[in-house]
């Protein structure tokens, strides 16, 4: 079963910050975050990963508590092309496996 | 493109038909999953290779489910004796470790049993 817990969807206008919160309580210390998106009838897309500090990279910004039992995906300047299902995955580094254990996702819709 | 490409990107078949996919990973990519999407639902793991060697198979991958990956390059997913049940697409993702933990992943393969 997947560990994490999402809102089943959210709204955003075209031009704003999209935030997209994530629960992971019982994330244990070896357990990177990571998201990934999956636009309507293509193969999921890596966006970003973190283990314990925020991470920003060309895409998105991940915020991760301090307490590490929650983050948020954070989209600066969401446009209509990330209409997409957006799922947070806690996972064991490569070393350990590395699978992706997928739960159901936050459906955003970005709007005109 | 150098991307992940799988073939075929649709199958029809008879339930009982044996069917294969296959799986060209991003070349040099060392990691290969296998994972399996239904309609609505988050895609589900099925096995993953390291190289050649296949080192874990979910309890889904029943018996009727095989799969290898001969020289460590492209990879194969045979169903034996197709169930309806099986219709669902079929994603194949690579990555390429120690250096990188991001799975990079195909368009997928749409399978639907008659």
């Known amino acids: 079963d997947a560990k994490t817990t999402q809102p089943p969807s959210m709204d955003c206008a075209e031009g704003r910050a999209a935030n997209l919160p994530c629960n992971h309580s019982t994330i244990s210390g070896n357990e990177y975050v990571y998201w990934y998106r999956q636009i309507h009838s293509q193969g999921p897309q890596y966006i970003i990963h973190?283990?314990?500090n925020n991470e920003t990279n060309e895409m998105a910004s991940l915020i991760i508590t301090e307490d590490r039992k929650s983050s948020t995906l954070i989209l600066p300047h969401a446009t209509l092309r990330d209409t997409a299902v957006y799922y947070c995955?806690?996972?064991?580094?490569?070393?350990?496996?590395?699978?992706?254990?997928f739960g159901q996702g936050t459906e955003l819709s970005v709007k005109p | 493109d150098t991307g992940v490409s799988q073939d075929p990107r649709h199958k029809i078949t008879k339930r009982g038909q044996n069917v294969t996919f296959r799986c060209d990973p991003i070349s040099e990519h060392n990691r290969l999953y296998w994972y399996r999407q239904t309609l609505g639902q988050g895609p589900e793991f099925l096995t993953y290779f390291q190289n050649e060697a296949q080192l874990e198979k979910s309890r889904l991958l029943s018996d009727r489910f095989s799969a290898e990956r001969p020289k460590g390059s492209f990879s194969t997913l045979e169903i034996q004796r197709t169930e309806q049940g099986d219709s669902a697409m079929y994603l194949c993702?690579?990555?390429?470790?120690?250096?990188?933990?991001?799975?990079?992943f195909g368009p997928g393969t749409r399978l639907t049993v008659l």
């Open positions: 993702a690579s990555s390429l470790v120690p250096s990188g933990n991001e799975q990079f």
């Open positions: 995955i806690v996972s064991l580094i490569y070393n350990q496996g590395g699978k992706l254990i």
């Open positions: 973190g283990l314990k």
